[in-house]
Nanobody, 125 residues
Framework: VQLQAFGGGLVQAGGSLRLSCAAS????????MAWFRQAPGKEREFVAA????????YYADSVKGRFTISRDNAENTVYLQMNSLKPEGTAVYYC???????????????????WGQGTQVTVSS
């Protein structure tokens, strides 16, 4: 599956953004999907994941309660609603897909075989 992420931008601390990731191909609904982020000089880190059906969601402790991941299999799109953004959330955000199932909390980048190009999110203080 090919992925394209968009929706990033500049927002003040406390504000909100919604990222979208559009997928091409007929197999999107069989993929578990996730969002990762990478800040300058840091490793890519897990943010959130959602099962192929949308029935299960997983969040990094740092974003739980503020971010919401969702998907629309009819539209081949996965979303990340980000509320109460903090300056430490400044990073390039990537969507990713995997055929793995099960507990995806804190899953690692190497477990995903499809990646979008990333979208920049900048949170000003």
């Amino acid at each position: 599956v090919q992925l394209q992420a968009f929706g990033g931008g500049l927002v003040q601390a406390g504000g909100s953004l919604r990222l979208s990731c559009a997928a091409s191909g007929r197999t999107f609904s069989s993929y578990s999907m996730a969002w990762f982020r990478q800040a300058p000089g840091k490793e890519r880190e897990f943010v959130a994941a959602i099962s192929w059906s949308g029935g299960s969601t997983y969040y990094a402790d740092s974003v739980k309660g503020r971010f919401t991941i969702s998907r629309d299999n009819a539209e081949n799109t996965v979303y990340l609603q980000m509320n109460s953004l903090k300056p430490e959330g400044t990073a390039v955000y990537y969507c990713a897909g995997t055929r793995l199932s099960g507990n995806l909390k804190d899953s690692r980048p190497y477990e995903y075989d499809s990646w979008g190009q990333g979208t920049q999110v900048t949170v000003s203080s």
